[in-house]
């Protein structure tokens, strides 16, 4: 978590070789997270394949992502970060073995929203060729406040707030042991969201990226874009014997969407029945839902799977498949190292980066696994997926029939589960409640029309 984490591995097998690179971006919702080998960033997978993989670290939380909104301090830093990084692969894999015009970048939950704004930022452009999107997107209605947490950090840690020369003068002489623990106690309820994010700065990013796609105005690679079958479904059970808190998620739910759902509160004249947390409750919950318990614990769940990350994924899906190909997937496969288990231990459900631990090992998913155990088999599915596509631009498995990308008048998605087949896009119902509630505001009028 240091400020000092510019650090940047490179995995390969012949430095006199010319072969695709993957560069990996980590998640962890831009507070946390690790480009390491050991903790998230095995290259022994990948690398049973002729691929070079990078993985890097980026500043994070308030270190990567202050922003004073001002031209002095704009904000993403962290992203900066990671266009240096990529900087760096174009001008130096080719000493590693690696093939500069051949790159594919691709990342997990926030590090999958960064590889969305690289295609959305003018900054990245030529820097890569194809791009793989596991569990994120930047293309949401998140309402994103960096400046209202920067004042919040500087006055908890005495410093000015509105100055922007004052406070960032006096944060910085705050040790950045102090700004990560001041900011970690802004999470009470351990609900998944992110307070850290991009800024639309007329650098890095010249628009909202929703606008970015919908006007066709991205890099327009081949992408892989996909999410697990229940993400976020099983993170609240943390508090199934939190009754106190249930109870006044329960009653003050008007209160409380806003904040976890991470869009602006509404005002005060909006007519009760009208409201986003209304339409939000009636449709998961039901107008005649009395409690929050074990019983609909699951299904409250379900909205941070669609809040936060289904419903981007989604609109990232919709906006561009007209302009490039793209390879939409859902996982579905119970593996035996689920991060979701029940109360017995046993697997549920395929929750958020339940997927990531057949394309690299790491800490999360304890050891590399062995070569006869029972998952091994999406290991090599994945895999050989994934590098495929990073070697030709399209995903070719032994097991797996033709995957085809998502086309002007049909929406196919590959359903990995322990056999992969092909089918209708999920959950589109749920997606259009969120389509409805937060349409994408055009700022430029280009008479482009959005595509559905």
Request: charged share 20%; with cysteine.
């Amino acid at each position: 978590m240091s400020e000092d984490c510019l650090k940047l591995n490179v995995f390969t097998k012949n430095v006199t070789a010319r072969l695709p690179v993957m560069v990996y971006i980590h998640g962890g919702a831009n507070v946390l997270g690790s480009g390491h080998s050991l903790y998230e960033a095995g290259p022994q997978y990948l690398l049973d394949h002729d691929v070079v993989l990078v993985a890097f670290n980026y500043r994070l939380g308030a270190l990567g992502f202050l922003s004073t909104r001002t031209l002095e301090y704009p904000g993403n830093y962290g992203y900066l970060d990671q266009v240096l990084a990529l900087q760096w692969v174009r001008d130096h894999i080719a000493n590693f073995g690696g093939d500069p015009q051949s790159v594919t970048i691709f990342g997990m939950s926030a590090g999958s929203m960064a590889v969305s704004l690289h295609m959305a930022s003018p900054l990245s452009k030529g820097l890569f060729h194809r791009a793989i999107l596991m569990s994120g997107s930047a293309t949401n209605h998140y309402d994103i406040d960096n400046l209202y947490w920067t004042r919040k950090l500087a006055r908890e840690v005495s410093c000015p707030q509105y100055d922007p020369v004052d406070m960032v003068e006096c944060l910085r002489e705050i040790s950045w042991k102090t700004i990560v623990n001041k900011c970690a106690e802004w999470e009470p309820y351990s609900f998944v969201n992110m307070k850290w994010n991009y800024e639309v700065d007329g650098h890095f990013l010249p628009q909202h990226p929703s606008q970015i796609f919908a006007e066709g105005k991205f890099n327009k690679v081949p992408m892989i874009v996909g999410f697990a079958r229940n993400e976020l479904d099983f993170s609240v059970q943390v508090h199934e014997n939190n009754t106190r808190l249930l109870h006044d998620l329960l009653v003050s739910f008007d209160l409380y969407a806003p904040e976890i759902f991470l869009y602006k509160p509404e005002s005060s004249d909006v007519p009760p029945e009208q409201l986003k947390s209304r339409r939000i409750w009636n449709f998961y919950m039901s107008p005649e839902a009395t409690e929050i318990n074990s019983t609909n614990l699951f299904i409250f769940g379900q909205i941070f799977s669609d809040a936060i990350l289904g419903h981007g994924i989604h609109r990232l899906v919709t906006l561009s498949h007209n302009d490039t190909p793209v390879y939409y997937y859902r996982t579905d496969y119970i593996g035996g190292r689920s991060l979701y288990p029940d109360h017995l231990g046993l697997s549920q459900g395929v929750g958020h980066a339940d997927d990531l631990q057949y394309v690299m090992p790491g800490l999360w998913y304890g050891t590399q696994m062995a070569k006869d155990d029972v998952d091994i088999f999406m290991v090599k599915r994945l895999t050989q997926l994934w590098t495929t596509f990073a070697t030709t631009g399209k995903p070719i498995a032994d097991d797996v029939e033709e995957w085809s990308p998502v086309g002007a008048t049909n929406s196919p998605i590959l359903y990995n589960g322990k056999t992969a087949k092909m089918g209708k896009w999920p959950y589109t119902e749920y997606y259009q409640l969120w389509d409805d509630m937060f349409p994408i505001e055009m700022k430029n009028a280009s008479g482009r029309q959005l595509p559905i």
